[in-house]
C-alpha cells in the first residue's frame, strides 16, 4: 500500500523498469502547462515546458526564441505588431 503522500493525483505515476527485471512505480511532479501567447492564445513554440528548478538551471537561449518577442507572442502576432509598429510614423522625425 502507497504511503498517503503518494495517493494524491497531483502526483503521476512513472513506471520503470529496474535492472532485474522488476517493475516499480515513481511518484513524479507534474509538468506546468504549455506557454501561451499573450494575443491570441495559441501554444508558443520553442518554449520548454518544465518546472521552476528545472527552468532555472536551463540556459536563456534555450528558455525561449531569441527573436523580439520572444516566449511572449507567437511569431504570426509578432510579425503583425512589427508591421504595427513600422507603418506608424515616428513622434521623433
Same mark, same amino acid.
Given at each position: 500500500?502507497?504511503?498517503?503522500?503518494?495517493?494524491?493525483?497531483? =502526483?503521476?505515476? %512513472?513506471?520503470?523498469?529496474? !535492472?532485474?527485471?522488476?517493475?516499480?512505480?515513481?511518484?513524479? &511532479?507534474?509538468? +506546468? *502547462?504549455?506557454?501561451?501567447?499573450?494575443?491570441?492564445?495559441?501554444? =508558443?513554440?520553442? %518554449?520548454?515546458?518544465?518546472? !521552476?528548478?528545472?527552468?532555472?538551471?536551463?540556459?536563456?537561449? &534555450?528558455?525561449? +526564441? *531569441?527573436?523580439?518577442?520572444?516566449?511572449?507572442?507567437?511569431?504570426?502576432?509578432?510579425?503583425?505588431?512589427?508591421?504595427?509598429?513600422?507603418?506608424?510614423?515616428?513622434?521623433?522625425?
Amino acid at each position: 500500500m502507497p504511503a498517503g503522500r503518494y495517493k494524491s493525483r497531483s =502526483l503521476r505515476r %512513472v513506471y520503470t523498469k529496474l !535492472p532485474g527485471s522488476k517493475v516499480v512505480v515513481h511518484h513524479k &511532479k507534474r509538468k +506546468p *502547462s504549455k506557454a501561451t501567447c499573450a494575443v491570441c492564445g495559441a501554444v =508558443l513554440k520553442g %518554449v520548454p515546458r518544465e518546472r !521552476p528548478y528545472k527552468m532555472q538551471n536551463m540556459a536563456k537561449t &534555450k528558455k525561449r +526564441p *531569441s527573436r523580439p518577442y520572444g516566449g511572449f507572442l507567437c511569431s504570426k502576432c509578432m510579425r503583425a505588431k512589427l508591421k504595427e509598429k513600422i507603418s506608424k510614423p515616428g513622434k521623433n522625425v
